[in-house]
């Protein structure tokens, strides 16, 4: 058992306390699987306006905490409370001008609101009088404790020697914003290549300052050292290729359970595939189309846009639908570009007795869907990790993606799902088609397909080991043993 790690976990956000996509359930996942191996996690993120209205078990600590800034000391508050179902302490930063508004971000004042949040969430750990051993950060708004840590940081003893860890998930926000933060931070530092005159980005400045760098997936990892993946930070993470590693997110084991879903009118697991069959039939009348037991069903729950690979959906779906595969369902649960919307409400007008068109965010009929379609489609362009096909497969809805990213790494091909590689409607259909052939034809080894996806380990657990893994070697690194 390795020893045991003091880690301050910094998140914009941490499910369910805020959420906007799977950063969100990284910070309530991961803490809690580092803390189960025996690891010391602080987590903190900022006091949102649903914390400063009261949120159950989140009390304020009384007294201030003084933050130094280039602007002289700036006091704020802290809440506290323990991720769900854990003992995990969270700390949730409490500056209301700054963070008690209708939406986490979207802000002209962001890259302020979060350099604050940063700096504030490293001068907790005096008022702690705890050091941690890691200061794990995740994309753009927590970057600015990185940056601090390696400039000004270095001139106090207390924060000397800390590793730290940079995650990327969404490298698309980069957090761009004026040289003037660096007077707030009270940092002296040059430009770097990927800055224009009198810019910083913040994601370049985790990925630069960080001890080590890492992303959702092993493939993406790879895909973003590409000019075609890199989001303009390519060379850069070309720069930094050996430090930087992909590690898979897990999935919630204990929300995601088809055994115990409650939100499923029948739990199944894969020897009792039976009862599957009845979730798809309630599924069938859910959606208004016809209770058959013998055509294939295909479902999609996704954002709807280009990101997801939107632009090869269309034709695809065209050919489904004209019977080119035989008789087939469709389902799509989503929101989105309006062009997309608009796509699948044109195209299950004409097949409105086997197509049918949610257009809006459900989280209560998702499950459903899961547990009641017989394919899973995901034709990304590009996807970090992904969580859907994770999901599908856990719930025996047999995935059919793109080799992309963290589809690439989570999908076995014939063994847990189907994919393909071209990001052309062309090769989505030979895949889909190819799918439908076997779900037709050959019963047994659909079956096969479908239990392999459900054994599948995609735990937290898993994940964890990982990040610890990367703590270590950080902590190597810094301390040189
Ligand atoms: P991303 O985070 O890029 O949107 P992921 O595949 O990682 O994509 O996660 C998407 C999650 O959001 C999945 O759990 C999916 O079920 C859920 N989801 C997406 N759209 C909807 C919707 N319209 N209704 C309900 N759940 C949705």
């Known amino acids: 058992m390795p020893n045991s790690i003091k880690i301050l976990f910094l998140s914009a956000e941490v499910a369910p306390f805020a959420k906007t996509g799977g950063l969100g359930d990284i910070g309530g996942s991961l803490p809690k699987a580092l803390a189960d191996m025996g690891h010391e996690v602080r987590v903190v993120m900022p006091a949102y306006k649903n914390i400063e209205e009261g949120y159950p078990g989140v009390e304020l ?38 963070f008690k508004r209708d939406t986490i971000y979207g802000y002209w004042d962001d890259a302020y609101r979060f350099a604050f949040f940063s700096r504030a969430a490293l001068q907790l750990t005096i008022a702690w009088d705890w050091k941690p051993d890691i200061v794990h950060a995740h994309d753009w708004h927590t970057a600015p404790a990185l940056t601090w840590l390696a400039t000004a940081g270095q001139t106090d003893e207390r924060f000397r020697g800390i590793a730290s860890v940079f995650t990327i998930h969404n490298l698309a926000h980069q957090g761009k914003t004026n040289w003037h933060i660096f007077d707030y931070l009270g940092i002296q530092t040059f430009s770097l290549a990927e800055e224009a005159y009198e810019e910083v980005n913040f994601m370049a400045r985790g990925i630069y300052h960080a001890t080590l760098v890492n992303t959702v997936s092993p493939t993406y990892a790879r895909e973003i050292m590409t000019p075609e ?62 209770v058959k037991d013998d055509i294939p ?27 080119y595969a035989g008789d087939a369902q469709f389902i799509v649960l989503g929101t989105g570009e309006q062009r997309y919307e608009d796509m699948f409400a044109n195209i299950a007008s004409y097949h409105s007795d086997k197509m049918a ?67 052309s409607w062309e090769s989505f259909w030979q895949a889909l088609a190819r799918a439908i052939y076997i779900y037709n034809v050959d019963k047994v080894s659909w079956q096969q397909i479908q239990r392999n996806g459900m054994m599948a380990d995609f735990s937290w657990k898993r994940s964890a080991l990982g990040y610890q893994q990367l703590y270590e070697w950080a902590l190597a690194r810094t301390r040189g043993v």
């Not at 800034?69 to 209301?96: H, M, N, Q, R």
């Not at 034709?379 to 969580?387: A, N």
């Open 297 to 323: 069903l295909v479902a999609i729950i996704s954002r709807l846009d280009w990101q997801k690979g939107m632009d090869i959906m269309g034709h695809t779906l065209h050919q489904l639908m004209n019977g």
């Open 229 to 290: 993946g890199g989001a303009g930070l390519d060379t850069l993470l070309r720069h930094r290729e050996y430090d930087l590693h992909g590690i898979l997110n897990g999935l919630d084991y204990d929300s995601w359970n088809p055994a115990v879903d409650s939100r499923l009118p029948y739990r199944f697991s894969e020897d009792r595939l039976g009862e599957r069959l009845k979730n798809r039939r309630a599924l069938q009348r859910h959606a208004g189309l016809p």
């Open 61 to 98: 600590v009384p007294g201030q905490l003084d933050v130094p800034t280039g602007d002289g000391v700036i006091p704020c508050g802290a809440y506290e409370g323990k991720l769900p179902g854990s003992e995990v302490p969270i700390t949730f930063i409490a500056e209301w001008q700054l």
């Open 357 to 423: 068109a949610i257009l809006s965010y459900n989280a209560g009929l998702a499950p459903l869907i899961y547990a009641g379609s017989d394919m899973f489609v995901m034709p990304s362009l590009f996807e970090p990790c992904g969580l859907g096909q994770l999901i599908a497969m856990r719930y025996g809805s047999v995935p059919v993606v793109r080799a992309t990213g963290g589809l690439a790494d989570t999908v076995q091909d014939s063994i847990t799902g189907f994919m393909f590689y071209d990001y």
